[in-house]
Every structure is written in C-alpha cells, then in structure tokens.
C-alpha cells in the first residue's frame, strides 16, 4: 500500500471522524443522510450537462444535482458535492463550484472532492474483503466490483490507486493525465 499524499490522508482522516459521527463504522455510507445530518439540502433541477454543484446563498449550503442521473451517479455526484462542503467551502462562499467530473482532474478542489467521495462510498474494509475473497480474476474486474459497490468505476479506480491496489490500468486520459498519487 502506498503512502498517502497529506492531503489524500487528510481527507481520509475526516471522512473517518465524519462516519464515526454521523455514519454507520464499516458499511457503505449514505451521502444524503451525511447531507441531512450536516445541514446541506439536496435540491434536484435540469441542469443540461452539468451533474451538479455545491453553492453557499445567504450562509446556507445547497447540493444541487441534475435531475435526470441514475441513482450510482446520482450518490457519487452527492458525495463529490459535500465533499466541497466539508473541505472548501470557504472557497464556495465566494464561487460557485460546479459540475462533478471524475473524468478529468482538472484542479485540487474536484480532485479533492473526489477523493472524499471515494472514502465516503467505499469502506476500506469492505474493499478488502472483495480483493481478498477468493474471487477468480473474471471477477475482480473494475465495472464488476464497481457495479458490487454501487459506485461509478472512476471512482472505485481513484480508491484503488489511493490504495495503492490496481485492477486495471486507467485508459488515457483517465482521471486526468497521472502520474496518480503513489505513482511515477
């Protein structure tokens, strides 16, 4: 396993005292019951080719997603949202942060909010427990396990690098141009 960035570690450390106060320890946890819990609306609206955003009007937070995304999109999106929420926004108060985009790591505050999303959404133990079960290799493909953990395969990518665990090479492109965190 790799070392984490500081800034990886931190935003693992959080989303752990996050769980720990609010969540359920060692399960998936659900994005819009952190979303309740700490005091930030979910609004649903058409939002064309954006999947959503995280603004502050008037001191309060919102997590805006489109409408129109299935359900595994439409949890990662909240979860990338609160990610802003818990680690900028600040940041938010005085631009909207829009769009989620594990496509392309186009600046430190979507990789962030990446990162925390992927910790919110898949528990290290759980994760380990699926590479280590006794699986054959058809079944330790990335859409496979990330289909098992209801969660967007860049995503469950992003917590096997963080990890320092690969299935699959990422194509091009993929998650930005690398090299990743624990990579060369």
Request: proline share 5%; charged share 25%.
């Amino acid at each position: 396993m790799t070392e984490l960035g500081r800034s990886e570690q931190g935003i693992k450390c959080k989303v752990e005292s996050l769980v720990r106060e609010y969540g359920i320890p060692g399960c998936r946890q659900d994005p819009f019951q952190l979303a309740k819990a700490l005091g930030v609306p979910v609004r649903f609206f058409a939002l064309g080719s954006l999947k959503g955003f995280y603004t502050v009007l008037n001191r309060q937070p919102f997590v805006v997603v489109h409408k129109d995304l299935d359900e595994i999109l439409t949890e990662a999106v909240v979860a990338h949202e609160l990610g802003h929420h818990v680690l900028h926004r600040t940041d938010a108060e005085d631009l909207l942060l829009t769009d989620y985009d594990l496509y392309r790591r186009t600046g430190r505050l979507e990789y962030e909010a990446n990162v925390f999303a992927c910790h919110l959404l898949i528990d290290d133990g759980a994760l380990s427990a699926a590479l280590t079960g006794g699986r054959t290799e058809d079944q330790l493909t990335l859409p496979g396990l990330a289909a098992e953990f209801r969660v967007p395969p860049e995503l469950l990518q992003l917590k096997l690098v963080l990890s320092g665990l690969e299935l699959e090479k990422p194509a091009a492109g993929f998650l930005g141009r690398g090299p990743f965190p624990g990579q060369q």
